[in-house]
């Protein structure tokens, strides 16, 4: 699986095979289901992905449930995607055999990603549109204050920078609603765009004007040939940092910044890199020597599948980490997929060094047998 997802050439021939048995409606359950699915995601339900969780939770690792069915625009889809996360958020309020989960939402998985787009530029914005973003917001509200009334954090997630001011907008309107005894609600930064820190220092304000805590999961970001390839086609500036460690620079500054405010900041560290994972480690340990006690402010997170060496060794030392767990049938998911192993290009070095290290724990272990 990792030598699969380490090759860009074979992940770019899995990906437009992926590709056309989806746009072909080609049956690819049998073969998802033994090899790429289990890997990267929970399961095809709720509870599956949370029998997946209590597995996590056998070492010490907490879970971000997400139902990551993608591509449908109708209404009738956007309710349904919003009972599913009313039903995951009963559930874990449970806390089923101690559980520690988030639960995360996309939003557009609540409303019409055209309809964020046009509300964010302020163009051709019609009553209709009006009327849909007011649902889109109603959505989220209900689902923001379900996760409040059950104990259960909910992380919104960040997507593509044309939609993002209006995810935004809706995220810090129920952050302020939400966020005022303790934190029930986190958004999502983006540190590969060039202007998410100065984003960040704007929100610190409002929330202190506003009395309200932040939650936030601090990511480089996944959208990243997307985000270039639309800038070219319409001719203006990437939003996206000019280099890879610019973007590193960002994401250690917007760490530091959050650890800086740690008195009204709930910080997620959500990464595959190791020196960040390290940073975010040393500042933590800084934190508590300064007279922070409190670890729950502070958590790490992967993806399921990847990074397992990061995970299991900060939940080993007592640290609070997440995996990401995606859930959904088996053939709504395939756009995730897709898009997760566009997102793998990005990390190849990491994937191989965990390739190495499972080698070499496979022959460790056999030179124990001998």
Same mark, same amino acid.
């Given at each position: ?19 056309? %048995? ?16 289990? +890997?990267? %995601?929970?399961?095809?339900? %709720? ?45 874990? !309020?449970?806390?089923?055999? !101690? ?55 909910? &992380? ?8 993002? !001011? ?16 303790? #934190? ?56 996206? +940092? ?22 009204? #900041?709930?910080? %997620?560290?959500?990464? +595959? ?60 998911? &395939? ?26 724990? &496979? ?8």
């Amino acid at each position: 699986m990792f030598s699969l997802f380490s090759m860009t050439k074979l992940m770019r021939i899995g990906e437009v095979l992926l590709s056309v %048995c989806s746009s072909l409606k080609i049956p690819t359950a049998w073969a998802f289901r033994s090899s790429i699915f289990p +890997h990267f %995601c929970g399961g095809e339900n %709720c509870e599956e992905a949370l029998n997946r969780a209590q597995d996590l939770m056998k070492r010490n690792v907490g879970a971000i449930l997400d139902f990551s069915v993608e591509g449908s625009r109708s209404e009738e889809s956007f309710e349904a995607t919003k009972d599913e996360l009313l039903k995951v958020i009963a559930r874990l !309020g449970k806390k089923p055999q !101690g559980v520690n989960a988030y639960a995360a939402v996309k939003l557009t998985g609540l409303g019409d990603h055209e309809v964020l787009e046009r509300i964010q530029s302020g163009e051709f914005v019609k009553n209709a549109d009006l009327a849909a973003f007011k649902r889109i917001e109603d959505r989220l509200d209900q689902v923001a204050g379900a996760a409040k009334m059950a104990g259960v954090r909910l &992380i919104v997630d960040a997507e593509e920078s044309w939609i993002q !001011g209006s995810i935004d907008r809706l995220t810090e309107t129920v952050m302020q609603k939400y966020n005022k005894q303790g #934190v029930s609600v986190y958004t999502t930064l983006q540190m590969y765009r060039a202007d998410r820190l100065q984003y960040f220092e704007e929100l610190l304000q409002r929330s202190e004007q506003e009395g309200y805590e932040l939650g936030l999961k601090i990511v480089r970001g996944a959208y990243l040939e997307k985000e270039n390839a639309r800038a070219k086609e319409l001719g203006v500036p990437s939003p996206i +940092h000019l280099s890879k460690h610019a973007t590193d620079q960002a994401y250690h500054a917007a760490i530091e910044l959050a650890f800086q405010n740690l008195d009204r #900041v709930w910080l %997620c560290i959500a990464t +595959h890199n190791e020196s960040s994972s390290r940073q975010g480690v040393q500042l933590l340990e800084n934190a508590l020597a300064g007279g922070v006690n409190d670890l729950s402010r502070v958590s790490f997170a992967q993806l399921l599948g990847m990074s397992d060496h990061i995970s299991f060794n900060l939940a080993e030392a007592g640290l609070e980490v997440l995996k990401y767990v995606p859930y959904g049938p088996i053939g709504d998911v &395939i756009p995730y997929l897709l898009r997760r192993m566009k997102e793998n290009s990005g990390i190849r070095d990491q994937t191989d060094r965990e390739l190495r290290l499972i080698r070499k724990e &496979i022959e460790r272990r056999a030179g124990e047998m001998n």
